[in-house]
């Protein structure tokens, strides 16, 4: 029986997120069950991308790159893949009518990242973000509106601020990896081994300006979605608080993480504002 694959195509999307994401497997299991399983397959389709091209450092990237984008479009024509990353996703693309552009704008930022080592330009960067995390922002909101076309016009904009303020986030925390391991650097106008201080600040200021655009959103969001993204947006915004705390010799150096115990409080204090209706 064909539900069988797809409950197992689902569980391997499950198993992805909770393998490759503390963070995002916690702010996905705070989803309301009807929508959290499209968040996984919607997450097991990108991770999947994005370790082709971030990790497989010993295989030819750009052939299992090419095999998988040609194995994405079949699934989504034929809505059926024995891939089950791709069965799962292609599910949810059709269920929720997912703008294909979205998806061809992710593809494209994925590829860039097989050649493309330095971003020299505002235009290269935006273009950048807005494949690799915004469009990604806007198929979740896909889901989170649970096809209403008028709140997802709404929220457009503001679900494409939060994922590229997460997406930010991780360029900064990960800017010592993303050099010595991938020898990428994502932001322009600046050197990674003289970041200065005064440039920190600035692209701080810019993510702080897009969570607070995000957090706008959040507020309008159905109650499905409203607390899982909420907690989502209260873990990156604390590790944007450590990052803003952190001197810029030090983030070149060392990869700045939350700690558990703090992950725990974030979770208790994130849950009492969202009872108390504080959000």
């Not at 069950?33 to 991770?47: A, E, L, M, W």
């Not at 809505?79 to 996703?89: A, D, G, M, V, W």
């Amino acid at each position: 029986m064909k539900k069988i694959f797809d409950f197992l195509s689902y569980e391997c999307s499950k198993k992805v997120t909770k393998t490759y994401s503390t963070s995002f497997s916690l702010g996905t299991r705070l989803l309301s069950k009807n929508i959290r399983k499209d968040i996984y397959n919607i997450y097991g389709f990108v991770r999947f991308a994005d370790e082709i091209v971030d990790s497989f450092h010993d295989f030819d990237k750009s052939l299992l790159f090419n095999e998988f984008s040609k194995d994405l479009e079949k699934a989504l024509e034929r809505k059926i893949h024995l891939n089950p990353i791709l069965n799962s996703f292609q599910h949810t693309f059709h269920k929720y009518n997912i703008d294909k552009s979205y998806v061809n704008s992710f593809m494209k930022s994925m590829r860039m990242d097989l050649t493309k080592k330095k971003y020299k330009t505002i235009t290269e960067y935006k273009e950048y973000i807005y494949g690799s995390a915004d469009v990604v922002g806007l198929m979740c909101l896909k889901v989170f509106v649970n096809g209403d076309n008028e709140l997802f016009d709404k929220l457009k904009n503001n679900a494409m601020s939060l994922g590229s303020a997460f997406q930010k986030v991780n360029f900064l925390r990960d800017l010592k990896s993303d050099k010595e391991e991938l020898n990428r650097t994502y932001f322009p106008h600046t050197k990674f081994e003289k970041l200065k201080e005064n440039e920190k600040e600035e692209i701080i200021s810019e993510i702080e300006n897009e969570f607070k655009d995000g957090l706008n959103g959040i507020k309008k969001l159905p109650l499905d979605a409203k607390f899982g993204v909420f907690m989502a947006y209260r873990y990156y915004f604390q590790l944007l608080k450590k990052l803003k705390k952190t001197p810029a010799s030090e983030i070149i150096n060392k990869r700045i993480r939350v700690p558990n115990f703090k992950k725990i409080e974030i979770l208790t204090r994130g849950y009492v504002k969202y009872q108390l209706n504080l959000i």
